[in-house]
């Protein structure tokens, strides 16, 4: 199956709160839980496509306002349910014939055969402003954890990193920051100088700050190429 990747911020339902990949609760209204199911979900809080930094600063918040209302839960997954995947989203289908939950939608799923297949939908996406797209092997039991099965379909990669340090700028950024110093996950450290602004560079993300950057494949020695700042994470 293939579906859209939505940029929005990942949240796991857990059948009584919301929590952030990085398992921070999320503050949502008490009008929002409230019609969610008693069993768990996972997927995105989205608005619409080129939104993300309004979608952070909505989900975030440690009190919740009014701005929720332009929030939708888009689902992508019902851990712990039975069966593939289809037969896994069919129990939220049934959820959702017996109670009106406008807010809360299942991502749309198409069979997807070949290669031909995801670069029509991949056309798709793009023509629609989206940013990639999301394979998986709908035979498979849940699985939690990343797997071969689920395999993110993008033009440009993204990941995130750590800010451990800073390189100061030369030239037309002297008194400036000329680039971030990161870490990865696996603990592969780069400098990352492409993509800030001015005012980035007066003011960079702090150390301990968890970033997101574009890049283009990576090295043989497994470093990103032509790695560029896109944003601070704060989930």
């Excluded at 939505?6 to 952030?20: C, K, N, P, V």
């Excluded at 909505?58 to 332009?70: G, H």
């Excluded at 494949?217 to 790695?227: C, D, E, H, R």
Aim: charged share 35%; with cysteine.
């Amino acid at each position: 199956m293939i579906s859209e990747k939505l940029d929005g911020i990942r949240a796991y339902w857990d059948g009584e709160q919301l929590f952030t990949r990085q398992q921070k609760k999320i503050n949502a209204p008490q009008w929002f839980v409230a019609k969610l199911p008693p069993f768990a979900l996972d997927g995105e809080l989205w608005s619409r496509r080129g939104d993300f930094e309004n979608i952070q600063s909505i989900v975030l918040r440690d009190t919740p306002d009014a701005r929720w209302k332009q929030i939708k839960y888009m689902i992508f997954e019902v851990p712990k349910a039975r069966g593939d995947f289809l037969k896994r989203l069919q129990k939220l289908e049934a959820y959702l014939k017996k109670n009106r939950v406008e807010y809360l939608r299942i991502i749309e799923q198409k069979i997807c055969q070949n290669a031909l297949d995801v670069e029509q939908f991949m056309d798709e996406v793009k023509k629609a402003g989206g940013e990639g797209a999301m394979l998986k092997d709908a035979s498979k039991e849940y699985f939690d954890g990343r797997t071969a099965s689920l395999l993110k379909v993008k033009e440009v990669d993204d990941a995130e990193a750590v800010v451990i340090g800073y390189k100061e700028g030369r030239g037309k950024y002297a008194g400036m920051i000329g680039s971030l110093q990161v870490r990865l996950e696996n603990g592969e450290e780069f400098f990352i100088g492409s993509g800030l602004s001015d005012v980035q560079r007066k003011n960079p993300p702090k150390i301990g700050d968890v970033i997101t950057f574009k890049h283009y494949g990576v090295t043989k020695y497994g470093k990103p190429k032509f790695a560029s700042f896109m944003r601070i994470r704060e989930d």
